[in-house]
């Protein structure tokens, strides 16, 4: 089954620049897209990124044109890159493997996840 590792995350000041990174391993011949996903405290845990193995990649409407999902294949891994960090950006970051579609539920099971924290 797949397994994820993610790591990047730390302590930003807002507006600053963070670039996550996921490492995937396992049963890997299954997995249409990779995406990002987060959960604040006391939230339900969001995608906000996703990238299909074709390349097309979409985005929360509240990380669109901050957040970059890429991937580096031989690497079996996917980064993303987040700018313009803002307080409501402050999270546990997660990776799954998914189906291409949006709406897709993630597959199992959850890595540890990396996180974000944004203040001055």
């Known amino acids: 089954q797949l397994q994820v590792q993610e790591s990047g995350g730390g302590l930003v000041q807002p507006g600053g620049s963070l670039t996550l990174s996921c490492v995937t391993s396992?049963?890997?011949?299954?997995?249409?897209?990779m995406g990002w996903y987060r959960q604040a405290p006391g939230k339900e845990r969001e995608l906000v990124a996703h990238?299909?193995?074709?390349?097309?990649?979409k985005y929360a409407d509240s990380v669109k044109g901050r957040f970059t999902i890429s991937r580096e294949r031989d690497k079996d891994t996917t980064y993303l890159q987040m700018n313009s960090l803002k307080s409501e950006d402050e999270a546990v970051y997660y990776c799954?493997?998914?189906?291409?579609?949006?709406?897709?539920?993630?597959?199992?099971?959850w890595g540890r996840g990396t996180e974000v924290t944004v203040a001055s």
């Open positions: 799954n493997g998914k189906g291409p579609a949006w709406a897709n539920q993630p597959f199992g099971p």
């Open positions: 396992g049963t890997l011949f299954n997995i249409n897209a």
């Open positions: 990238m299909t193995v074709d390349g097309i990649t």
